[in-house]
Structures are given as structure tokens and as C-alpha cells.
């Protein structure tokens, strides 16, 4: 079962646990020296920000799927370092990302220094509603010159995972892999919480990785064979096929679904039951067009049902990790923390030239 690391950061005895986190997920992700020291940097130093200008927020650390999975064969996992917070924001992004900026009197070299040593960095912020760093650091590192840069992927894929009162395995788990023309994203929501929870959702990730050649429909039939002898979960999954530009859309349980077209949202539907316990006889598959501005939303009964999606019109341009950050931490707050295991995943056309 994969480890995630939720750190709340409100004083600085903190900072040491999101270090220690990035050197323990570093670990499991198979970097070596010199990338553990950069997650561990990272982690450091969004954790040292949290309390510098917003009076603390979360570290999340988890090991995901790059966000652009290449075709065929294993995807490489990659250390991811969020720090969300709800201060005040930001004012000018721009300028907190150059070295000397400050405004605590520091030597302002904190999201720079993040953003040399990551393989990718990402910073969103909105004045009066908090705001959002996140990292990414695999095994070669992208600056190091050690593998050359993928193609660019025609859709990206990112997530975040948090578990319920600070465990140390969440029942949810997201994962995305490519057979083909075939893009796949699953979000799975393991019955209840902790280590049984997290075993089911983890059964449905080895078994994607495994089948994803298949339609939605036939795929979770298959999660449902697999997913017997566990607590069972709910499974929502999303696969665009490249080929034709569609994306097909089957899910059975309450995990939720939200699509963009065309600047406006609607909701994808999935069918009562658990899978691999009470899978429904019929699955029908949703259809829609993707187009360059469409946007995916994925997410588990951990998020308040009455969330509101993301309003900016350039939201599918933005990192779809940093999209699903945002969404948690629009969604909650300090006073009204998540209330289960809350997964969300988001999926994006990528933009022209960026994988």
C-alpha cells in the first residue's frame, strides 16, 4: 500500500517532519542521494514558507505518476511536494519566483531555489483565498541531463491524496497509464478507511496497470474480479482515446465527476454499487468530445458535496495537480477540515510545446 504523507505546519518543530517525509517518499520512489536531497530542500522550504507568510497550512507528500505517461512500459514514479495554505495569497506570483524577493526581510531565495532543483514547480495563488506550491523531483532529475525529455504528451494527469486524520495510508488512490491511443485516469475510493480501505484502492491500481487496453466498461468488470476478497470500492474511470478525440466515462460508487465543455460544467454519472462486492449488471459508458479546453475532475467522498469547480477560464491550462490542490483547498478549510480519506484527480489537454 503507498504512503502518503499529510504534515500540518503551524510552528517549526514541523518543518523537520515534512523533511523527514520527502527523504521517507524519496525512499520509496528510488531516488538516490542527490534527488532525496532536493525533495528534501523542498519540502523544507515550502514547509519554512508556510509559517513565514501564512501563518502555516499543510505539506503533502506523496509518490504519483508523472503527469505525462510515456506509451507502453512502466512510468516512472516521482516525488510530489504540495504546501497549501489559506493566507492571504500572493499579490505577485511572478516576483516570488525571483531570487531577492521578499517580504520578511529574508534573503528571498526560497520558491527560486524550489524551482531549480524540481524537476517541475508550480505556484498558484489568489489574494484573500491562500495559496498553493507544488513540486515534483524524480530519479534522473530533468536539469541533470542524465534522460532525455519525453515527447509532449497530448494530456496531462495529476492528483492529490490526503488521508483522514492524519494516516499514514489513505483508502483513495489515483493513478493514469496509456495503452496505445488510450489515456486512462482512475480514481478509487476503498469501503470506509485506513490500512483495508487502502489495500482495496491500491488492488484497483496494480490491476489498471495491468489491463489498460480495455474499454471503461470491460475494465471495471475486471477491477471487480480483482477487487473480490477486499472491502471493495468505488471506482470512477476516465479514458481518452487519442485516436478519435473522445473521452469515455464509466463509474460505479460515489466517486464524483465533473467535466468542462465549452466553459460549462455538468456532472458524469456513475451506477449504485461496490465493486468488487455489488457491481451493477449494466455499465453504460458516457461519451463526450475533448477539446483544448476541456477539463476533467475526479474526486472521492472526502470533498463536500457542494464544492464549486474551478471559475478561471484558463483552469485547463493551469497543472492539473495544482488544480486538484486547489480544489481541496477551496473546498475546506482550517476550521472545516476534509472529512474522510479525499482524493482528487484531475485531467487536462496539455498545452502545445509542454508535455
Known amino acids: 500500500m503507498p504512503r502518503v504523507w499529510d504534515v500540518p505546519v503551524h510552528d517549526s518543530t514541523r518543518v523537520r517532519d515534512a523533511r523527514v517525509a520527502a527523504e521517507g517518499a524519496a525512499a520509496l520512489a528510488g531516488l538516490d542521494g542527490p534527488r532525496t536531497a532536493a525533495a528534501a530542500l523542498v519540502a523544507t522550504e515550502l514547509a519554512t514558507n508556510l509559517l513565514k507568510h501564512a501563518e502555516g497550512g499543510q505539506v503533502l507528500i506523496d509518490v504519483v505518476p508523472p503527469p505525462a505517461p510515456r506509451e507502453g512500459g512502466e512510468q516512472t514514479p516521482v516525488v510530489q511536494v504540495a504546501a497549501v495554505d489559506h493566507g492571504p495569497g500572493i499579490a505577485d506570483v511572478a516576483a516570488a519566483l525571483r531570487?531577492?524577493?521578499?517580504?520578511?526581510?529574508?534573503?528571498?531565495?526560497?520558491?527560486?531555489?524550489?524551482?531549480?532543483?524540481?524537476?517541475?514547480?508550480?505556484?498558484?495563488?489568489?489574494?484573500?483565498?491562500?495559496?498553493?506550491?507544488?513540486?515534483?523531483?524524480?530519479?534522473?532529475?530533468?536539469?541533470?541531463?542524465?534522460?532525455?525529455?519525453?515527447?509532449?504528451?497530448?494530456?496531462?494527469?495529476?492528483?492529490?491524496?490526503?488521508?483522514?486524520?492524519?494516516?499514514?495510508?489513505?483508502?483513495?488512490?489515483?493513478?493514469?497509464?496509456?495503452?496505445?491511443?488510450?489515456?486512462?485516469?482512475?480514481?478509487?475510493?476503498?469501503?470506509?478507511?485506513?490500512?483495508q480501505a487502502a489495500h482495496a484502492s491500491s488492488a484497483a491500481v496494480e490491476t489498471l496497470r495491468g489491463a489498460a487496453h480495455l474499454a471503461p466498461a470491460e475494465l471495471l468488470c475486471r477491477l471487480d474480479d480483482a477487487l473480490r476478497g477486499t472491502r471493495g470500492a468505488a471506482v470512477a474511470l476516465a479514458q481518452l482515446d487519442l485516436g478519435t478525440g473522445r473521452l469515455y466515462f464509466c463509474g460505479v460508487g460515489n466517486v464524483g465527476a465533473r467535466l468542462r465543455e465549452g466553459g460549462t460544467w455538468r456532472h458524469l454519472l456513475s451506477r449504485p454499487g461496490i465493486v468488487g462486492a455489488h457491481r451493477p449488471a449494466r455499465l453504460p459508458e458516457t461519451r463526450a468530445d475533448w477539446?483544448?479546453?476541456?477539463?476533467?475532475?475526479?474526486?472521492?467522498?472526502?470533498?463536500?458535496?457542494?464544492?464549486?469547480?474551478?471559475?478561471?477560464?484558463?483552469?485547463?491550462?493551469?497543472?492539473?495537480?495544482?488544480?486538484?490542490?486547489?480544489?481541496?483547498r477551496d473546498a475546506s478549510s482550517s476550521a472545516r477540515p476534509v472529512r474522510d480519506d479525499t482524493a482528487v484527480a484531475v485531467l487536462t489537454t496539455a498545452p502545445a510545446g509542454r508535455p
Open 291 to 328: 477539446t483544448a479546453d476541456s477539463l476533467l475532475i475526479l474526486h472521492s467522498d472526502g470533498l463536500p458535496s457542494r464544492w464549486t469547480p474551478p471559475s478561471e477560464p484558463d483552469a485547463h491550462a493551469a497543472d492539473p495537480a495544482v488544480t486538484a490542490a486547489v480544489t481541496v
Open 99 to 195: 531570487d531577492g524577493f521578499s517580504t520578511t526581510r529574508s534573503l528571498g531565495a526560497g520558491l527560486g531555489t524550489c524551482r531549480r532543483v524540481a524537476d517541475d514547480f508550480h505556484l498558484h495563488s489568489a489574494p484573500g483565498r491562500g495559496t498553493v506550491a507544488l513540486a515534483r523531483i524524480g530519479a534522473a532529475g530533468r536539469r541533470a541531463g542524465a534522460v532525455a525529455r519525453e515527447p509532449a504528451a497530448p494530456a496531462r494527469a495529476g492528483g492529490i491524496n490526503i488521508p483522514f486524520g492524519g494516516a499514514d495510508h489513505s483508502g483513495d488512490a489515483w493513478t493514469w497509464v496509456r495503452a496505445g491511443s488510450r489515456l486512462t485516469l482512475m480514481l478509487a475510493d476503498g469501503l470506509g478507511h485506513g490500512p
